[in-house]
């Protein structure tokens, strides 16, 4: 697909402290309607949008950029192209680096296709499989999607700043209003996948997706995919941000009390129907997706029961850190229903019956009963 993509110059950006936030009164625009929902624990002022799977059933292997899942921690930004920078620096670099959206079209470019995911995703299971609810956004398990990225490596850009051997971890920051910011490991950054994406499906970045640069760092929990980059910070130690010590961090349950920072996902599966779903009675085809950090999907199950399992029908694309498609054909009786689907990937990995509780809710990987009513 070919990428429309504005070419664009502009001004110098507005300098900043080494270790503290980029000014943002040269390149944002903050202006939205949202505000915290009454009774929101999460209490950010930001769009918060789930994919409905059901609209999945009849699209093809990509999710449109329209379905797409949005997270984000502030309101959108509106970035302004002219004036919009991006800066490389820091001890971990051999010299600062300045770059316009037009240098970094001029890159070599690269295209994949890869799934980002929320770490919270499936959270609202906690509370209705083990009874406990963790706070934050209720997602079920619509807080995924596959898109094709288009953009430059994250490692093209560290090299052109000269990376040093000392080099340990990469900052990634956003121009939001709270300068949404999470580290990467020195080896996470260089890995070919890891990009620096300017398209999404085609198009230019949208601004609820991170327009004009964003991360993409695949098999990661999303938040490590920071929006509306405009500075990479490259440090000689390790570092920290509200983002890895104290939110999108494993404490309580089997973790005690230590606060070990999200990073590789956990294989899923979802069924492309309404939550709950009706359904008359006679035969279906029930389709769903299944996915990986680890790789590819070798096999799905599915149980009407949660006792006897059935394989499914994996079909057409099969790609490692997106997803494979799936089918089976029902022929439904009167009554209510509980349908499980089990996926196992190339590595191995199968999802468990149960995910481990967490106080923050993250990565239930756990096979999950979708309610189903069959009636006349």
Same mark, same amino acid.
């Given at each position: 697909m070919g990428m429309k993509l504005e070419k664009v110059r502009g001004a110098s950006p507005a300098s900043g402290g080494i270790l503290k936030p980029l000014p943002g009164d040269l390149f944002v625009d903050h202006r939205t309607s949202g505000s915290p929902e009454p009774g929101d624990p999460t209490q950010d002022a930001a769009l918060n949008a789930e994919m409905r799977w059901e609209a999945m059933a009849k699209e093809g292997y990509l999710t449109p950029t329209r379905l797409?899942?949005?997270?984000?921690?502030?309101? @959108?930004?509106?970035?302004?192209?002219?004036?919009?920078?991006?800066?490389? +620096?820091?001890?971990?670099?051999?010299?600062?680096? +300045?770059?316009?959206?037009e240098d970094l079209l001029r890159m070599s470019g690269v295209s994949l296709v890869r799934a980002l995911e929320c770490a919270g995703n499936g959270r609202a299971f906690f509370a209705e499989e083990h009874g406990r609810r963790a706070p934050g956004t209720q997602w079920r398990l619509g807080a995924i999607g596959v898109a094709e990225w288009t953009g430059v490596p994250l490692r093209d850009v560290l090299f052109r700043a000269g990376l040093r051997r000392e080099a340990r971890e990469v900052m990634l920051e956003g121009l939001d209003a709270c300068r949404m910011r999470r580290p990467l490991p020195l080896e996470k950054a260089l890995e070919e996948d890891t990009l620096?994406?300017?398209?999404?499906?085609?198009? =230019?970045?949208?601004?609820?997706?991170?327009?004009?640069?964003?991360?993409v760092v695949p098999g990661w929990a999303a938040v490590a995919s920071v929006k509306w980059i405009g500075r990479i910070y490259v440090s000689d130690t390790p570092l920290?941000?509200?983002?890895? @010590?104290?939110?999108?961090?494993? @404490?309580?349950? =089997?973790?005690?009390?230590s606060r070990l920072p999200v990073s590789r996902q956990v294989p899923k599966s979802a069924l492309e129907l309404p939550w709950p779903a009706h359904l008359q009675p006679g035969k279906h085809r029930i389709s769903g997706r299944s996915w990986s950090p680890a790789g590819a999907i070798r096999q799905v199950k599915y149980s009407?029961?949660?006792?006897?399992?059935?394989?499914?029908?994996?079909?057409?694309?099969?790609?490692?850190?997106?997803?494979?498609?799936?089918?089976?054909?029902?022929?439904?009786?009167?009554?209510?229903?509980?349908?499980?689907?089990?996926a196992t990937d190339t590595a191995g990995n199968t999802q468990p019956d149960e995910a481990p509780w967490n106080e923050l809710g993250y990565l239930y990987g756990a096979t999950v009963g979708h309610p189903v009513l069959v009636t006349p």
């Open positions: 797409f899942f949005v997270r984000n921690h502030s309101p @959108t930004p509106r970035l302004d192209p002219l004036r919009w920078r991006l800066r490389v +620096e820091g001890p971990g670099v051999r010299r600062a680096l +300045e770059l316009g959206y620096l994406a300017y398209g999404m499906n085609g198009e =230019p970045l949208p601004p609820d997706h991170g327009y004009p640069l964003r991360a920290l941000s509200p983002w890895n @010590t104290a939110r999108y961090v494993l @404490t309580g349950g =089997p973790f005690g009390k009407l029961d949660g006792r006897s399992w059935r394989p499914a029908e994996l079909f057409g694309p099969n790609l490692p850190q997106a997803w494979t498609r799936w089918r089976f054909t029902w022929d439904a009786r009167p009554g209510r229903y509980a349908i499980r689907v089990r």
